[in-house]
């Protein structure tokens, strides 16, 4: 019969195996970025920070990324879609700084999988588009069912460079990334594990473009998206004031998935 072994990690189906457990196993992969981020109503956002977090500042920051030559799937790729806040955590035990985890959109089920269980990071599926790209301009999409609820569009101004890319390559070298990991109760209201999560990732920027960029939300029907609709209307109700930086970054991005830990 099938037994369990107790330094191994699983992902269900559990039976089949899983792999001996390692603390410094790191996610290493190739990435380009398209980070936009923007001024929104502190007290509409403030909807979705849980208790225990502190908005640090109004602002929504939506990032597309597209990683190939990844480790972990021998070389394959995705996209990805994050939209985070920057916060403040004050447990019993713990206090840091760093960006809450709002939604992740990606385009394979293998990385949503894994992000949920282990991480706490709340990802769901969409079809995103790579960077459509006629210098200077980018452009991509995001949509399910062949209807978009996303364009994020960047006109790109120069290369970053001097003390301006090492600013950027220190910010971005160490980024604490929190989410809040939910698994419901199995034929009953309420949660059987409900803990919030510490997810140490960062990149290594190897190169970064400044430039003017844009983002568009589109309110969805349940028709056109039944699963996620109210996510995309709760997101696309946050007025975008201003934006406040607007990148294009190149580098790996090392993510620390089995160094992930419960903050209290």
């Known amino acids: 019969m099938f037994k369990m072994q107790s330094d191994?990690?699983?992902?269900?189906?559990?039976?089949?195996?899983?792999?001996?457990?390692?603390?410094?196993?790191?996610?290493?992969?190739?990435?380009?970025?398209l980070a936009i981020s923007y001024e929104t109503d502190q007290k509409l956002l403030e909807n979705y920070i849980p208790e225990g977090f502190e908005l640090l500042?109004?602002?929504?920051?939506?990032?597309?990324?597209?990683?190939?030559?990844?480790?972990?799937?021998?070389?394959?790729?995705?996209?990805?879609?994050?939209v985070a806040a920057p916060v403040h955590f004050?447990?019993?035990?713990?206090?840091?700084?760093?960006?809450?985890?709002?939604?992740?959109?990606?385009?394979?089920?293998?990385?949503?999988?894994?992000g949920r269980e282990q991480t706490g990071i709340p990802k769901i599926f969409a079809d995103i588009e790579d960077l459509h790209v006629l210098k200077p301009n980018y452009a991509t999409t995001v949509s399910y069912e062949g209807n978009t609820f996303l364009n994020m569009d960047f006109e790109?101004?120069?290369?970053?460079?001097?003390?301006?890319?090492?600013?950027?390559?220190?910010?971005?070298?160490?980024?604490?990334?929190?989410?809040?990991?939910?698994?419901?109760?199995?034929?009953?209201?309420?949660a059987e594990l409900s803990q919030f999560v510490l997810y140490p990732q960062g990149v290594e920027v190897e190169r970064a473009q400044a430039g003017t960029g844009s983002l568009k939300w589109t309110e969805m029907t349940p028709m056109q998206n039944p699963n996620q609709y109210w996510i995309i209307n709760s997101l696309a109700a946050l007025p975008i004031k201003k934006v406040t930086q607007?990148?294009?970054?190149?580098?790996?991005a090392i993510l620390r998935a089995m160094g992930a830990r419960v903050i209290e």
């Open 8 to 33: 191994f990690t699983y992902l269900m189906p559990v039976h089949f195996g899983g792999g001996k457990f390692d603390s410094e196993t790191k996610i290493i992969q190739k990435a380009t970025s």
């Open 57 to 82: 500042a109004p602002e929504v920051q939506v990032v597309f990324s597209k990683f190939t030559e990844i480790n972990w799937l021998h070389g394959g790729q995705y996209n990805l879609i994050n």
């Open 90 to 114: 004050q447990g019993e035990k713990d206090e840091l700084d760093g960006s809450y985890t709002l939604v992740v959109w990606e385009n394979k089920t293998a990385p949503i999988l894994g």
């Open 156 to 190: 790109e101004e120069g290369d970053i460079s001097g003390d301006d890319l090492e600013n950027l390559k220190s910010a971005f070298i160490s980024q604490n990334t929190l989410g809040w990991r939910y698994i419901p109760k199995v034929g009953a209201p309420g």
């Open 246 to 252: 607007s990148i294009m970054i190149e580098g790996r």
